[in-house]
């Protein structure tokens, strides 16, 4: 009998549609309703309803899921309805998936534009969400949208200081304290506004304003001394803080403020004191813990900050902050084998972080300095003898240094300059030959006839390039004599002025054997001739050598200013090649261009020279004082300038 | 006997001027072992550069009434193309020392072997670094200069090193730069903390330490 009472029933249950639904909810069986709706077919929007109803059923169930589905499969279905919306947003911020409670809002603001509050609730979801750029774009909106709501102002000014953007926050929260000056909270996240947009007096102000409100509300007075602390307002924040422990002498976390403002104070033993109140009252606080150890260690006494840091990272292992510290003290008290072992997490967990690196680096480095982990112990010193007594050294004493020196230095340009080659210095010295030799036979083999002074083309040029070259090399090759033996002038022997005259000195010896070779090779092959006035031709190869000695001190420090002067300087010493009357004698031009020609030092040293080797050549024109007074007058520049600059011409690596 | 007198010595940096010495004056008196503290960027290095005689100051005078060595270990004087007894050569005549003794001991202590007359340039970092410890301690300085002790070659050949040191301690003095506690206690009897351009002087050591703790303490 019953059976075939309940058969129509159940058969109606069977039929799918609104009906079923319904009895089935009201009989509490939910997931039947879930069963009906699955199965019937029904517009859209009424489907949609059913499934909010049902969502709501599950919600009140404490059946979260299943509302949650329940709630998606509706917005998906349909959701313009404003019903639909409003309960979707509902249901989601309360089950915490306010991502969807976000897409909700911002349905039901399409359907109304206007909606202050509805601009207001998407913003929270998408802020709770961490969409930050948009919550900030519905927060501004609701409060365009109504001006007057303080509640308004102050959300928009909250997350504008969460995203860094401080100006658009202290705007809005300006705003906010102008509808409600009296309001503590909003006195102090506007300090804490003008304190991020660098107005530390309007800060403080409001700090100070804000305790003042309500100076017996725990949040308010800890919050306006932590605006203090950071206002950097020690002493104030200590008092308040110190009131409100007087208050309540078990609060933690106005223990740990406290701790923070004397150790700002330079009141570490106080400072101690406090964290340690703090830890009476909350001692599973890792943070606490973690301070302790800082101000410990701050005391030197490494032990115990090594202590403190052991029992934060018992709480909390995963501090990489506390681990940092505790590496930094095993490494003062040295335990390098404990601070590699804690640098090894440390780089494991945060690979990317260059502090860490660093630190972990300076401990391998400490671990090298060690043998076998243990450092050297190199035993009592042993009785020291009387030292020997020092006198500083004498002139004598400082040359003699000095000539070491520009020795050492001779000896090391010889090997180093041409130091690829088999042939080394030998380079030095056949290249001026060779070019002596190709030059003048180029001009013998063009130019008939005798030259204008001796017999031989060859004793001609020789006589011209000799002292050009000792000219041109000496002055070129100091260009370079600083920038390329930076690091020599890091030994504190080596002085600028020695790399610079080592190579000018080279240059002259040298250029001097290349003379001799050349003039004895002319003499075995039966074209030479002696120099008749050895002394004059000594003379005229110093006065030249002193020349070109200034031309390059002055080089040098040009070229320490301006990498590009040697080639600036080539080009002069190119054009000098033609107006020194190597390959001519001055007398062949005419007067006003040799007037013009006697300017140039150079061509008196080669006439200089030239006399001394002719007795018989005479140049009316030749200014031996003229030479003598330019050579002096550059050597003077240029060591002046060598020792004004000495210091700028290098930087040390 | 080195004596600083009114030094003042800054840097052009790319983030501004860096002062290290500001008007200092102290005197590293003959006789005493001093550890040079101060924190990394303090310019320890540039003060042992400044009494070597490496750089000079900005202003004022530094006065050696000794031979002081370069920097301990530097090699940056060494020319590459050379060989390791060519530059030993170098420094030898440089410092007038012997130079047959010089090559003979530079040669023996850093047990280049074969490479020594190789070009530096072939060198490894290492090998460098064992030429210039052995070309430092071959040159019969007063005082010595330390910048921070690293790593130079094996296990044996550092306790060589500190056996040479040992004896060497016995007639002459070394001014060391480390940040290192135990080093300094080692081998130093006094110190000296640089900070923000001034530079301590201080008789014990342990009063330096304590004295640049609290500087540490202060910048965290």
């Known amino acids: 009998m019953s059976d075939t009472l309940e058969l129509p029933a159940e058969l109606e249950a069977d039929a799918p549609g609104p009906a079923a639904f319904d009895r089935a909810l009201h009989a509490g069986e939910l997931d039947a309703c879930r069963d009906v709706l699955g199965r019937c077919e029904l517009p859209a929007r009424e489907l949609a309803a059913l499934n909010c109803r049902l969502s709501e059923a599950f919600f009140y169930r404490d059946r979260r899921e299943a509302a949650i589905d329940c709630a998606r499969i509706a917005f998906e279905l349909h959701p313009r309805p404003q019903s639909i919306a409003d309960f979707c947003a509902w249901l989601f911020s309360n089950c915490g998936r306010h991502h969807e409670a976000a897409a909700a809002y911002e349905q039901l603001i399409e359907s109304r534009p206007g909606w202050a509050d509805g601009h207001r609730h998407a913003s929270g979801s998408f802020a709770v969400a961490g969409e930050l750029d948009r919550a900030i774009l519905h927060a501004i909106r609701a409060c365009e949208l109504e001006p007057g709501s303080c509640e308004f102002a102050v959300h928009a000014g909250s997350l504008l200081a969460g995203a860094g953007r401080h100006q658009e926050a202290f705007a809005y929260l300006t705003r906010a304290g102008g509808i409600a000056p009296g309001d503590p909270g909003v006195l102090r996240r506007l300090a804490a506004a003008a304190l991020a947009t660098g107005q530390p007096e309007a800060a403080i102000a409001l700090a100070r304003r804000a305790y003042a409100l309500a100076p017996c509300d725990r949040a308010n007075a800890l919050d306006a001394a932590e605006l203090l602390l950071r206002a950097q307002l020690f002493d104030e924040a200590a008092r308040i803080i110190a009131a409100r422990l007087a208050v309540d002498g078990e609060d933690g976390a106005a223990s740990r403020m406290l701790s923070a403002a004397h150790m700002q104070r330079g009141r570490l033993q106080e400072a101690i004191e406090a964290i340690d109140r703090a830890l009476a009252a909350t001692p599973t606080i890792a943070e606490y813990h973690l301070h302790r150890g800082d101000l410990l260690y701050r005391l030197g006494r490494l032990d115990e900050a090594a202590a403190a840091f052991d029992r934060a990272l018992a709480l909390d292992p995963d501090n990489l902050a506390a681990r940092r510290s505790q590496l930094t003290v095993y490494f003062d008290s040295g335990r390098v084998r404990d601070a590699l072992s804690i640098g090894g997490e440390l780089i494991r967990s945060a690979p990317d972080n260059e502090e860490y690196a660093q630190a972990m680096l300076q401990v391998l480095n400490r671990r090298f300095e060690t043998f076998d982990g243990d450092y050297v112990v190199l035993g009592e010193r042993p009785a020291r003898p009387s030292r020997r007594g020092y006198a500083p050294p004498g002139w004598g004493a400082a040359l003699a240094t000095q000539g070491r020196v520009v020795h050492a230095l001779i000896i090391r340009e010889t090997r180093t300059r041409f130091g690829d080659s088999t042939l080394g210095y030998g380079w030095a010295l056949l290249e001026p030959i060779l070019h002596i030799l190709t030059l003048s036979l180029f001009f013998a083999v063009l130019m008939h006839g005798r030259p204008p002074i001796g017999s031989q083309f060859f004793i001609f040029y020789y006589t011209g390039l000799i002292p050009y070259h000792v000219f041109v090399h000496t002055s070129s090759s100091m260009n370079y004599a600083v920038t390329s033996n930076g690091s020599l002038l890091q030994l504190p022997l080596v002085s600028t002025f020695d790399v610079i005259i080592a190579r000018g000195l080279l240059e002259l010896v040298t250029d001097l054997l290349v003379a001799v070779v050349l003039l004895a090779g002319f003499g075995a092959l039966g074209l030479g001739t002696m120099p008749d006035n050895l002394a004059g031709v000594a003379a005229s190869i110093a006065a030249i050598w002193v020349f070109g000695c200034g031309c390059g001190f002055i080089n040098a420090v040009i070229t320490g200013f301006c990498k590009s002067w040697d080639k600036i300087w080539n080009q002069m010493t190119r054009i000098l090649y033609f107006c020194s009357g190597i390959f001519y004698v001055p007398g062949m031009m005419p007067d006003w261009l040799r007037n013009i020609l006697a300017w140039n030092p150079v061509l008196h040293a080669i006439d200089w020279f030239r006399s001394s080797f002719f007795v018989d050549y005479d140049p009316h024109w030749l200014d031996r004082t003229f030479l003598v007074a330019a050579a002096v007058a550059a050597l003077l520049v240029g060591l002046a300038l060598e020792r004004a600059a000495r210091h700028r011409l290098y930087e040390p690596q | ?220």
């Open chain 2, 1 to 220: 006997m080195i004596a600083l007198e009114g030094v003042a010595k800054a840097y052009r940096t790319r983030s501004g001027r860096r002062t290290v010495l500001d008007n200092a004056n102290a005197v590293f008196g003959a006789g005493h072992n001093f550890g040079i503290l101060g924190v990394n960027g303090a310019g320890k290095s540039t003060l042992i550069r400044l009494l070597a005689g490496s750089e000079q100051p900005d202003r004022g005078i530094v006065r050696r009434g000794a031979r002081v060595s370069f920097p301990l270990g530097f090699g940056g004087t060494f020319h590459g193309a050379l060989s390791g007894r060519e530059n030993a050569a170098f420094l030898a005549r440089i410092y007038g020392a012997r130079r047959r003794t010089m090559i003979d001991y530079v040669a023996d202590f850093s047990e280049l072997d074969e490479y020594f007359d190789m070009p530096v340039n072939t060198y490894s970092a290492g090998m460098r670094a064992r030429l210039a410890f052995a070309a430092c301690l071959a040159i019969d300085f007063d005082v010595y200069l330390i910048d921070e002790v690293t790593e130079i070659g094996d296990q044996r050949f550092r306790r060589k090193c500190a056996e040479a040191f040992r004896q060497r301690m016995a007639r002459s003095d070394i001014i060391l730069a480390t940040h290192n506690p135990q080093t300094l206690r080692q081998y130093c009897d006094r110190g000296a903390v640089l900070a923000d351009g001034a530079l301590f002087l201080y008789d014990d050591i342990g009063a330096a330490l304590s004295r640049y703790h609290r500087i540490l303490h202060e910048r965290n």
